[in-house]
C-alpha cells in the first residue's frame, strides 16, 4: 500500500500568499522586481483543492491550489493596460487566459494550425458531472473552437472506457478536471479532448486510466497528481507507464523540494512548476522557480528506487532525476478556469503543477505525434536551445544544489526549462 509523501504532508490544507513568495525569493537571495507585478502590495491568497489532501490512506493527491483573494499577475496587468477588474472572484477571468499562455511560451502560430487530429487525454480520479458543460463556457469565453461530445472533439469514460457507467462525483476532483480541461483548450484548442475518470485516486485505478487512454488512441496523456515513491514504482513503471510513442507527463508536486510518483517514472515527462510574470525583455515574460514557503512550491528531487533513462546526463543522481521541463505554476501568477460542481459556478484562478503538466501535454500535442517506439521525455533534452532556460530561484534546500536551485542548464525544479515553441518536443 502507498503512504502519502512526507513532502506532501497529508492532511494539512495548505494557505499561500503572495507575500510569503517574496519572503522565500529575498531569503534565497533573488530579487524580486520580475514577480512586482504579482507580489507586490497585492496580498495574493489561496488554498490546496480538497483533492490534495487524500482522504485515505494508499491515495494519491492532485497537485492544484485555488486562488481565493487578492490580485494576481492577470489583473495587475489589466490595471496597467487600464482596465478595471471585476470585484466579483467568480464573475470574470482573474488568471492568465489562453492568449497569455500563449505569447510567454511562443505557441500563438502551433496553436492556431496545430493539434488538429491529436487527442490529448486527461487522467483524473471520481466524475465530473459538469465537465463539459463547464469546458463550454471556458472555450466560448476566450472565443475558442466547440469542443463537445456530439461534434466527436470530447469523450468522458470511466477507467474501463465506459461512457455512461462513471464513478462517483467528487466536488474537489471536478476541480482538478476543469483546470486540467482548460489547459489543453487553452494551448491547443484544435485537439480532440479525453477524459478517463477513475474509480477512486489509487495508483491501481490511476495506472488503469492511463492504460484506457492508450488504449483509446491518445498520443497524449496528462496526469496531475502524486504521492510518495515506494518499492512497487518500478512495477507500476511496466504495468501502466511503459508505452513507447505516447508522450505522458505528470506533474512534479506542490510541496517544495521532494521526489514523488509517478513524476520518478523512467517512462513520464515530470513537469515542475514556474513563476510566470510579465517583463519588458525581448520575450515578454520571465520565469522563476516557484517557491511559496518551506513546504510549498514546485517539486523536484533524486527518485530512491527508478533507473536513471539514457537521455538524462547529470551526474549529481544515479537515478531518475525530476524535473525534465516546467511551465507555470504558481497560484499567485496563476491560469483562469471556469467551474461549477460543488462551488459556486464561475471563475476561478488555479495554480500548481497540477496546471503545468496538461500545458506541456499539450504543446507535445501542438509539435506532432511521437515516433511509434520513442518515449518522448527524451525530445527536450535533444533541443535544449529550443526552451526558455530558469536559472533563479530554488524550492527548498537540499545537499546537492541543483536538485533543489536553478542554474544555468539543467536543475532539478524547472528541469531544462520551459516552452520556447514546440521545437523542443518533436523527435
Request: proline share 5%; with cysteine; hydrophobic share 35%.
Amino acid at each position: 500500500m502507498r503512504t502519502n509523501s512526507p513532502h506532501r504532508r497529508p492532511g494539512r490544507r495548505r494557505v499561500g500568499t503572495a507575500a510569503v513568495a517574496t519572503a522565500a525569493l529575498a531569503l534565497a537571495g533573488l530579487g524580486t522586481a520580475a514577480h512586482a507585478d504579482a507580489t507586490t502590495s497585492s496580498k495574493v491568497t489561496w488554498t490546496a483543492t480538497p483533492c490534495a489532501t487524500p482522504k485515505k490512506a494508499g491515495e494519491l493527491a492532485c497537485d492544484s491550489l485555488r486562488v481565493t483573494g487578492g490580485t494576481t499577475a492577470f489583473q495587475k496587468a489589466q490595471q496597467a493596460r487600464g482596465v478595471t477588474p471585476n470585484a466579483a472572484d467568480a464573475a470574470t477571468p482573474t488568471g492568465y487566459g489562453p492568449t497569455d499562455l500563449r505569447a510567454a511560451y511562443g505557441l500563438t502560430a502551433a496553436a492556431a494550425s496545430g493539434g488538429a487530429g491529436a487527442t490529448v487525454a486527461i487522467v483524473d480520479a471520481y466524475n465530473d458531472p459538469n465537465a463539459e458543460a463547464d469546458l463550454a463556457t471556458y472555450r466560448s469565453y476566450y472565443g475558442l473552437p466547440a469542443c463537445t461530445t456530439a461534434n466527436g472533439c470530447f469523450k468522458k469514460v470511466s477507467q474501463t472506457g465506459s461512457t455512461t457507467s462513471l464513478p462517483a462525483g467528487d466536488a474537489g476532483w471536478s476541480e482538478e478536471i476543469s483546470l486540467d480541461l482548460d489547459m489543453v483548450s487553452a494551448i491547443a484548442p484544435n485537439a480532440h479532448i479525453l477524459l478517463v475518470e477513475a474509480t477512486s485516486p489509487t495508483m491501481a485505478n490511476l495506472g488503469k486510466s492511463v492504460n484506457e487512454a492508450v488504449a483509446l488512441g491518445a498520443k497524449f496523456v496528462s496526469n496531475s497528481y502524486g504521492g510518495s515513491e515506494s518499492s512497487s514504482d518500478t512495477s507500476y513503471d511496466s504495468s501502466y507507464f511503459n508505452h513507447p510513442g505516447v508522450a505522458i507527463t505528470v506533474s512534479a508536486g506542490d510541496s517544495g523540494y521532494g521526489a514523488e510518483y509517478p513524476a520518478a517514472s523512467k517512462y513520464v515527462t515530470s513537469v515542475g512548476g514556474t513563476t510566470l510574470s510579465t517583463a519588458s525583455n525581448s520575450r515578454g515574460w520571465t520565469e522563476t522557480v516557484w517557491r511559496t514557503s518551506s513546504t510549498e512550491g514546485t517539486g523536484s528531487g533524486c527518485s530512491t528506487y527508478d533507473a536513471k533513462p539514457s537521455w538524462q546526463t547529470d551526474t549529481g543522481c544515479t537515478k531518475r532525476m525530476i524535473s525534465d521541463v516546467s511551465a507555470v505554476a504558481d497560484p499567485a501568477t496563476g491560469v483562469s478556469v471556469y467551474d461549477s460542481y460543488g462551488i459556486t459556478a464561475g471563475w476561478y484562478t488555479f495554480g500548481g503543477t497540477s496546471a503545468a503538466a496538461p500545458i506541456i501535454a499539450s504543446v507535445y500535442a501542438l509539435a506532432g505525434t511521437p515516433g511509434s517506439s520513442d518515449y518522448p521525455a527524451q525530445y527536450p533534452y535533444k533541443h535544449t536551445s529550443a526552451l526558455n532556460d530558469v536559472t533563479s530561484g530554488n524550492n527548498g534546500t537540499c545537499s546537492t544544489s541543483y536538485f533543489c536551485t536553478a542554474r544555468t542548464g539543467y536543475d532539478g525544479p524547472t528541469g531544462l526549462g520551459t516552452p520556447q515553441g514546440v521545437s523542443a518536443f518533436t523527435s
